[in-house]
């Protein structure tokens, strides 16, 4: 395990997602017209009509296998988003629910907003982070 610590300090970013636009598209745009390198997305909520998650279905492999998930014109609640972003890039996941069940995974593109989104995001000031690759696979979160 390895942890990471920088004094607090930073800005709050609100963003509000209207009908049609794009969830994640839509959240790197933010990061990267308010010029945020390092923070973490604390928040997410709101609706979708369109959705793809993907999701590892095997853990003794790299890369693992992944399953991806597609809603098309289907009604979704985003029960949940949270991430982080190092060097720029974000790395979000999302629940998302609909009247029979609830589904988390990775958030990837195309993703639309149903009739709202609302996401918050909290820049590290103080912290720079990136994402090396590891003698096993995955890419790693380490000081930059």
């Avoid at 593109?109 to 909290?122: K, P, R, W």
């Amino acid at each position: 395990m390895k942890c990471y610590e920088a004094e607090a300090g930073g800005r709050v970013i609100v963003i509000r997602l209207n009908r049609g636009d794009l969830l994640r598209e839509s959240i790197e745009q933010a990061i990267a017209d308010h010029g945020i390198t390092d923070g973490c997305l604390i928040s997410g909520y709101g609706t979708l009509d369109n959705c793809t998650l993907h999701m590892i279905n095997t853990y003794d492999e790299f890369p693992a296998r992944e399953d991806f998930i597609h809603w098309k014109n289907h009604p979704l609640e985003l029960v949940s988003m949270t991430g982080v972003i190092a060097d720029g890039v974000p790395h979000i996941h999302a629940v998302v629910s609909d009247k029979g069940q609830a589904t988390g995974g990775h958030l990837e593109t195309g993703c639309t907003v149903a009739y709202l989104a609302e996401v918050v995001i909290y820049e590290h000031k103080n912290m720079r982070l990136t994402r090396n690759p590891t003698d096993w696979g995955p890419l790693a979160l380490d000081p930059k």
